[in-house]
């Protein structure tokens, strides 16, 4: 029977995410986020299968996210001058959680990570705000506070990322615990991951956007 609506868009999710107050480490991986931090499948319900481990920790300083993909058999394709045809993460964060609102405010925020591209050889991962599309105020954030790290290999890749608080307008854990969330995982071999269906304008729309719970 065909759905109008994909069950997963029926459940409005939170998601805790836990504190560590070591990150971001300073010798080997950048994050190195455990289990705990792994955010659950949720395109199981609409019968999608998951390829990308995606986590999320924080701290008082920041935020950090990290994701892995495997089953790829294929080169990567990573330009930072075209982002939107590329492989790799793309993050809707509000610090606000203001979901009762239809157009982005200067909390929402859009970034594009690559796990490569970037640097004279293309081999360094690359972080860039994307605009949000029909925002009615946007902050210009400075992309070169993003931490990164990232590892390519033939069948996959993994990249890492901490975001200070200055990379963000209005993180502030201690008033505002609460932050709207939305990801795609772009994979131009597997397809595309992401938390409610491509159906849905999650773009451009923060109501249709998940809740992640800063738990301590």
């Known amino acids: 029977m065909n759905q109008l609506v994909t069950p997963s868009f029926l459940f409005r999710w939170s998601f805790a995410v836990p504190?560590?107050?070591?990150?971001p480490n300073r010798t080997g991986r950048l994050l190195d986020l455990p289990e705990a931090c792994r955010l659950p499948s949720v395109g199981e319900l609409d019968g999608r299968r998951d390829f990308a481990d995606v986590r999320l920790a924080w701290n008082s300083s920041g935020l950090g996210v990290s994701v892995d993909v495997r089953g790829r058999s294929k080169k990567l394709i990573t330009a930072g001058y075209a982002p939107n045809e590329s492989?790799?993460?793309t993050l809707w964060i509000d610090t606000r959680n203001t979901q009762g609102v239809h157009r982005a405010t200067k909390f929402c925020h859009q970034f594009?990570?690559?796990p490569a591209g970037g640097g004279r050889k293309e081999a360094e991962p690359v972080a860039l705000q994307m605009q949000m599309a029909r925002a009615r105020e946007e902050a210009t954030l400075d992309t070169s506070l993003v931490e990164l790290q990232s590892s390519v290999e033939k069948t996959g890749y993994y990249l890492e990322a901490w975001f200070p608080t200055a990379a963000f307008v209005g993180f502030d854990p201690a008033t505002s615990p609460r932050l709207g969330f939305h990801y795609r995982v772009r994979d131009l071999e597997?397809?595309?991951?992401t938390l409610v269906g491509p159906e849905f304008p999650v773009e451009s729309d923060p109501s249709l956007w998940q809740t992640l719970e800063l738990v301590s």
Do not use: W
């Open 112 to 114: 594009c990570l690559l």
């Open 19 to 23: 504190h560590i107050e070591t990150i």
């Open 87 to 89: 492989d790799g993460l």
């Open 190 to 193: 597997l397809g595309d991951q």
